[in-house]
Each structure stands twice: as C-alpha cells, then as structure tokens.
C-alpha cells in the first residue's frame, strides 16, 4: 500500500512538471508559426549557407520576448499590463496562483507569496512554503513532502511561527527534493519571525489549524 502511494505521489508529481514544459512547447511551436511567414524574407537575402528559417524564426521570437520584457519595465508597459491582467487574465481560474509561482521561481515576485520558510511544528523546524497572508496576521502554508515538493499538508499558522528564508524559491525546492540535502546552508537566511500587529485578536485562536491532514498537491 505505502509503494502505491509512493508511485502515485511520485507520478502526479511528474504530471505537474511535464503539464507546464508541454504547455510552453505547445506555445512556442504555435508563436514560431506565426513568426515563420516574416523570417521568410530575410532568409532570402542571407547567404544560402545559413538560410534556416525555423532558426530565423527562433532569433526573432527572443528578440520579440526581448522587447516585450524592456516594454514591461516602463511606467506605460506596467499599466498596459495590469490593466490586461485586470480586465482578462486575473478572471481565468489559477492564472493569479500559477502567475505568482512562475515570478517566485524566476526570483521577480513582490510580497510574501510561495516564499520559502522555516515553519515550527511541534519541536522541529519545517521546510515550507508561504501561500497567503491573512488579514488578522496568520499565514496559510503548504509543507511539501520529500522527495516530492508538489505534494504535502496545508497548514493555518500563526505568524511568528513562520520564518521567511532569504534564498531563491528553487534552492528551497531543490533541498526538499534531495531528503534535506541543504538545509544548512538555509538555516543562516531564515529571517526572525515578524512582529506580531494582531496578538490580542491571536490569543483566541489556535496557533496551528490543519487544513488537509492526507495531502494536497500544489
């Protein structure tokens, strides 16, 4: 029964990595489509010994993914952008959630959103990771199991049990995804625990609600 549900963990683990790259593949190939009918000029005019229009068409694509990205970083491309985002992308179910995931890995996300932490349960420190932020200070976790970060408990816990850890979001995935491996070169970026704004709303609640004692699956 436990090798089952290892093989079950272990293969819906691999659906969630292999289920974005497919997606990424699907699109690349259709934009390189797209952008196939204009490479086709300046393929003519290069000499025969480098006329590769899927080659052409790849340069473009990151020449276009180039522009879009220096177009983003201006005050007009930011409002274009959350204003797209507002009005379409944020009304597709999971787009805030796996827009978040994708910025933490790439090391751009504002705020507290999958940060790595250490969380205190019981006597022990526990690799996890920051889901949201409630208004009375408490933090929605995910802790991951190991070798298989997708999958885990979710947890309501009190703030100062929460330590944020200062590192990328993929040394956090890539310690867990090694049984630990890491983890003491974590330890000296966790942060002290916040201060607490709500203690007096706190101290009537409990420090720790589990939300999903079996698993959940990021």
């Known amino acids: 029964m436990k090798s089952f549900g290892f093989i079950k963990s272990t293969l819906l ?21 797209l952008i196939g009918p204009f490479a086709t000029p300046i393929v003519e005019w290069l ?6 229009p899927a ?26 952008g959350n204003s ?21 890995i790439g090391n751009v996300e504002e705020g507290h959103k999958f940060a790595p932490a250490f969380v205190e349960v019981e006597n022990a420190l526990v690799p996890a990771f920051v889901v949201e932020e409630h ?6 976790i995910f802790v991951p199991s190991a070798p298989t970060p997708a999958v885990g408990a979710i947890y ?12 990328p979001f993929m040394n956090a995935v890539k310690c867990i995804s090694t049984w630990g491996v890491g ?21 009537t609640k409990p420090s720790m609600t589990v939300l999903e004692s079996e698993s959940a699956e990021l």
């Open 13 to 33: 683990s691999g659906v969630l990595v292999m289920l974005p790259l497919a997606l990424v593949l699907m699109i690349t190939v259709k934009m390189m489509e």
């Open 47 to 52: 000499p025969h010994s480098l006329r590769y």
């Open 55 to 80: 080659a052409i068409a790849a340069l473009m694509l990151l020449l276009a993914c180039l522009v879009a990205g220096l177009l983003a970083q201006t005050q007009l491309g930011v409002r274009i």
């Open 84 to 104: 797209v985002e507002g009005a379409i992308l944020n009304r597709i179910p999971g787009y805030s959630t796996v827009r978040s995931l994708t910025r933490r």
């Open 135 to 140: 208004p009375d200070g408490r933090y929605t």
């Open 156 to 167: 309501v816990i009190a703030r100062d049990r929460v330590h944020i850890i200062d590192t």
């Open 183 to 203: 983890a003491a070169a974590l330890m000296p970026a966790m942060r002290a625990p916040a201060e607490i704004n709500h203690s007096s709303e706190l101290e």
